[in-house]
C-alpha cells in the first residue's frame, strides 16, 4: 500500500472501521473512500457497483456488517442473514469488477463450530455444528469467506479473510438490546452506581470464557495483514503458505478471562458498590472461544493493549461521548 493509493474502508462509522481509519491516518494513509449509510447503502447492488466503478479504490478494508449481540441475533435472524449476505456479495462483487488490489474482509470468531478444539485454529472452520444463538449470522460471514476464497481461485483476486475474537473500545455499541458483552457490562454498572441499585444481573452463569482484543490492536493488526501480505506478494507466502490468498487469519488477544472475572473487572473499574447475581435461566453461549493467533503471531504481530487498561479507556470515551454513544433502543426495520 502507497501513501496516496485509493483506500476504501466500507463502515468507517462502525466500531472497527473508524479506529481502521484512525490507524490509516496515524500511518500518514490521507486517500480514503468514505461513505456512510445514506451516501450509500452497501445493500444497494447497483449503487456499490456503480461507486466501486466510479471511484476505483485499490484497497478495500470491509468492515460494514450487522452486528449484534445474542439478543439481537436471537430477535432478528432473517436480518442477520439477508442483511450480511446481500452487504458481502455486493462488496465483493463490485471489488473483482473494479480490479481491486487486495481487500482485507471482516468474519467473525462465531464461524467456528460451538465444540472446535481449543484454541481455535483456522482449520476448524467448516467441522462441526454452530452455536445456535448466532448461526444466522455465522452463515452469512461463512459465505463471506468462501466467497472470497471463490473469486481468488477463479479470478485470481486478493482477498484475504480475518477472523477477529470479541472486540471491544472507544466508539463501541452501548445500545441496551443491541450490545456485546464487555460494553453492556459498563453501561449496566454505571447506570447502576449512579441509581444506587443494590445488586446487578449479568446473564448467564458467568462461567463461560471469552477473549477480548481492543479496537486499536484490530485496527493495527488489519493494516498489518494488508501490508505484511504486500510485503509477502502473492505467493511469497508469509501469511498461510504458498495459497496465502486463499487463507483466513484469526486475530486475537492470545489468553481469555470467564464472564465472571471480566464483570468483577468491570464493576471494579466503574467502582460499583453493590453485589453481582449471575441470572443461570438466560442463554450462556459457547462455553469458551479462544483462538489461536499462531498463524499471525507468525508475521510479527502482537496485541499491545492489556485488557484493563482497554476496559478503563473505554469507559472513560463513554463517561465522555455520552450523548454520541449507541444508547438507543435496537429495533427491526
Ligand atoms: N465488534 C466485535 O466484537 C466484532 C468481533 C468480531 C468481528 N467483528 C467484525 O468486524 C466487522 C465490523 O464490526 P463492528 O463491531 O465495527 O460493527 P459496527 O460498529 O456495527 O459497524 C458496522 C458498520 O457497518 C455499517 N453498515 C451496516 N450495514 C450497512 C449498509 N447496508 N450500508 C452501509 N453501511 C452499513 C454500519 O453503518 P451505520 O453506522 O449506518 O449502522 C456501521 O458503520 C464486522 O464484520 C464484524 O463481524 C466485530
Redesign the pocket.
Known amino acids: 500500500m502507497q501513501k496516496n493509493d485509493l483506500i476504501f474502508v ?8 473508524s479506529a481502521i481509519v484512525r490507524r490509516l491516518r496515524a500511518l500518514g494513509f490521507t486517500n480514503l473512500l468514505l ?3 445514506q451516501e ?4 444497494d447492488m447497483a449503487a456499490v457497483r456503480a461507486m466501486f466503478l466510479a471511484e476505483r479504490p485499490a484497497y478495500v478494508f ?6 449484534g449481540g445474542i439478543m439481537a441475533n436471537n430477535s432478528y435472524p432473517a436480518e442477520f442473514i439477508r ?1 450480511n449476505l ?2 458481502q456479495l455486493n462488496v465483493i462483487d463490485a471489488a473483482h469488477a473494479s480490479d481491486v488490489k487486495k481487500m482485507l474482509f ?5 464461524i467456528y463450530p460451538k465444540f472446535a478444539e481449543q484454541p481455535i485454529r483456522e482449520e476448524s472452520l467448516l467441522t462441526g455444528a454452530l452455536e445456535p444463538t448466532n448461526e444466522p449470522y455465522a452463515v452469512a ?1 461463512i459465505a463471506g469467506i468462501v466467497t472470497c476464497r471463490s473469486y481468488n481461485r477463479q479470478y485470481g483476486t486478493r482477498y484475504i479473510s480475518a ?6 473500545g472507544e ?1 463501541d ?1 452501548f445500545d441496551r438490546n443491541g450490545s ?1 458483552v464487555l460494553p453492556a457490562l459498563i453501561r449496566r454498572f454505571h447506570e447502576a452506581k449512579l441509581a444506587g441499585e443494590p445488586e446487578v444481573v449479568v446473564w448467564g452463569s458467568g462461567t463461560p470464557q471469552r477473549e477480548f482484543l481492543h ?1 486499536d490492536d484490530m485496527a493495527d493488526a488489519s493494516v498489518h495483514l494488508m501490508q505484511v501480505w504486500a510485503e509477502a506478494g502473492r505467493d511469497g507466502g508469509i501469511v498461510g503458505g504458498p495459497n496465502a490468498v486463499n487463507e483466513i487469519v484469526n486475530v486475537g488477544y492470545g489468553s481469555d478471562v470467564s464472564i465472571r472475572e471480566l464483570a468483577e473487572l468491570v464493576r471494579e473499574i466503574v467502582k460499583y458498590e453493590g453485589s453481582l447475581i449471575f441470572d443461570s435461566s438466560k442463554p450462556d453461549g459457547t462455553p469458551r472461544k479462544l483462538l489461536d493467533s499462531s498463524r499471525l503471531q507468525a508475521t510479527g504481530w502482537s496485541p499491545r493493549v492489556e485488557l484493563r487498561e482497554g476496559i478503563s479507556r473505554t469507559y472513560q470515551w463513554f463517561l465522555e461521548h455520552h450523548e454520541e454513544a449507541r444508547l438507543g433502543t435496537a429495533t427491526a426495520r
Open positions: 466500507a463502515g468507517h462509522r462502525g466500531l472497527v472501521g461513505r456512510t449509510r450509500l447503502d452497501l445493500a470491509f468492515a460494514a456488517a450487522k452486528v442483511d446481500l452487504i471482516l468474519g467473525s470468531s462465531c460471514k477472523m477477529p475474537t470479541n472486540l471491544y466508539g455499541n456485546h479496537v
